[in-house]
């Protein structure tokens, strides 16, 4: 039997090339590739604008079901498909998300793929890679102590301060700071009042730079923010106090895509970060739209289950860029499918496959969603040792009983040569120009029909309920111009409804509506459902427990 290697092993043994390499296959010039090392550079906004001219190549979306404990490997599959089709020789370029560092040293792990369909520097990416994060997080504080300071020294806006909206943010899951007191201690300190704090991946900052095509258009979109209103309902902008020509300097270089590889030195651009559960959960518009015009194909993933990550990609981030995805793939797990059907987690590695005919209905719910978009889709069986042959048969069959195919892949163990299969499916998928992609709601719907019609197409609910002061709020913002913004659910990802503990595909819940937010930058309307925070906590046991440095000096523990 093969020794078995952690995934931080078989990065850390990678035999990288150069990044200049990885840029020329690409047809990057080296002077248009700001190096950060050897093995990362960002690609420079003269070479993006360069480009915007070129032929487009064929976008390929990759999702998954429901995350549970026992684990999809969507990322890892995004990886493998994106080697597996150069492998296959086309020339293909992987897109995916930065990873933030709040559960890297929490629960959740890395972003960067695993096995041998990884992407590296997988430490560098897992920690601060570029600044990006750090650099969204200023941005976004220096306009929230702007607010503050414009408030101090008269207030000529007439913030009403029991209104601010702008919340602080920092990249690090911390529930004491959710909600805090601010300016205590005086005159001298300001006027006190009640704020909070959101993960850096919930920022309308981080969703701003992900859907700005470039830098013109992202200050304007940072004038765009609303970060408070005054005592007669009108809102304030960032621009109202100045703020937003200091903010883009500070993103200049974050604007960016960064430009990495594979194991197997095929090219990735790893850009953005924001969460699916509480934010729109994709890569940046221009990491995505420069890859396009590079590549013949381009991988991509949107975060969590397709409930969450794919029904963002195809209504917000598809409809602002004017995307049209040709093929989507669909990731799931024999594990994973018996967690839904009822398995404890000790228990996965046993043959069971009542459970896993039961499980199969998330996945089958998954697929008739993606349907509803006009995009044709192929599931990916993400393989496990433990996995049986009848097991893996019951899935394939069940797959095609839905009238779709699914495929067997070994990527995680065997890298490019384990997803061949996958690979020539997804060019036949997206050659075939059977795509008939449209988004699920008109722009001119109502907002809170926007949300009953996520709630019954995409997660089976009966209805989405909220408080009048929820449906007055989306009716004020309806007048005020904002009714045509798509909308932006932030809701738990590990189930269909708002309870994270129900599994499977259930249908006829009820959705509540807690608090609904405007990101007018951005330009989505956030759904705040059930208990979903944007501050998460850290568990009982964080991951940053079993985080060390060894006698080498290497990282330990980070995935």
């Not at 430490?123 to 570029?130: I, Q, S």
């Not at 960032?238 to 960016?256: N, P």
């Amino acid at each position: 039997m093969a020794e078995f290697k952690s995934d931080i092993e078989i990065a850390r043994a990678a035999d990288k090339k150069p990044i200049q390499e990885i840029g020329a296959r690409l047809g990057i010039p080296p002077e248009h590739l700001l190096p950060y090392g050897h093995d990362k550079a960002k690609v420079s906004a003269g070479y993006i604008k360069q480009v915007r001219g070129n032929r487009e190549g064929k976008l390929i979306l990759v999702t998954a079901i429901n995350p549970t404990p026992a684990g999809e490997g969507k990322t890892t599959t995004t990886v493998g498909l994106g080697d597996g089709l150069n492998r296959i020789g086309k020339k293909a370029v992987i897109c995916i998300r930065e990873a933030s560092l709040g559960p890297n040293f929490g629960m959740k792990g890395g972003a960067a793929g695993g096995g041998r369909a990884q992407v590296v520097p997988m430490e560098d990416m897992n920690l601060h890679f570029t600044g990006d994060f750090h650099a969204i997080t200023t941005a976004h504080n220096l306009l929230a102590a702007l607010i503050d300071n414009h408030i101090y020294w008269g207030n000529e806006q007439g913030i009403d301060i029991r209104r601010i909206s702008w919340r602080r943010v920092m990249d690090m899951n911390d529930r004491a700071l959710r909600h805090v007191v601010v300016s205590l201690g005086g005159v001298a300190n300001g006027f006190p009042r009640e704020a909070g704090f959101d993960i850096t991946v919930a920022s309308e900052v981080m969703a701003i730079l992900c859907l700005a095509s470039d830098l013109r258009d992202l200050e304007k979109r940072l004038g765009d923010i609303i970060i408070g209103y005054r005592r007669d309902r009108s809102p304030v902008h960032a621009r109202d106090i100045k703020a937003d020509g200091a903010m883009a300097v500070l993103l200049k270089e974050a604007m960016q895509p960064n430009l990495v590889q594979t194991l197997e030195n095929n090219p990735a651009f790893v850009h953005g970060g924001p969460f699916a559960n509480i934010a729109h959960g994709c890569n940046s518009v221009v990491a995505t739209t420069t890859a396009l015009r590079l590549a013949d194909y381009v991988v991509t993933e949107a975060g969590f289950g397709a409930d969450l990550g794919a029904e963002k990609f195809f209504d917000i981030k598809c409809r602002k860029a004017g995307l049209k995805p040709a093929a989507a793939v669909i990731v799931a797990t024999v594990r994973a499918l018996k967690m839904n059907g009822g398995v404890k987690k000790e228990e996965l590695g046993k043959e069971d496959l009542a459970a896993l005919k039961k499980g199969c209905a998330n996945l089958g719910r998954h697929i008739e969603n993606v349907r509803q978009f006009g995009v044709p889709a192929v599931v990916a069986i993400n393989h496990f040792h433990s996995d049986t042959e009848a097991e893996i048969r019951a899935v394939k069959e069940y797959v095609a009983s839905l009238g779709e195919e699914a495929v067997l892949c070994r990527h995680w163990a065997e890298g490019s040569a384990g997803i061949e299969e996958l690979a020539h499916k997804v060019v036949g998928l997206a050659e075939s120009g059977s795509s008939q992609f449209a988004p699920l709601y008109p722009d001119d719907m109502p907002l809170f029909e926007k949300i009953n019609t996520i709630v019954k197409r995409i997660y089976r609910g009966s209805e989405a309920i909220a408080d009048k002061s929820v449906r007055d709020q989306l009716h004020q913002w309806e007048a005020q111009g904002y009714g045509n913004l798509p909308v932006c659910m932030a809701k738990t990802q590990y189930s269909f409804s708002t309870d994270p503990n129900l599994r499977g595909a259930p249908v006829d819940h009820v959705v509540p509506v807690r608090e609904v937010r405007l990101s007018a930058g951005a330009g989505f309307v956030v759904a705040v459902c059930g208990e979903i925070m944007t501050m998460p906590g850290l568990p009982k046991s964080p991951a940053s427990e079993r985080i060390f440095l060894n006698e080498q000096g290497q990282i330990e523990g980070l995935f």
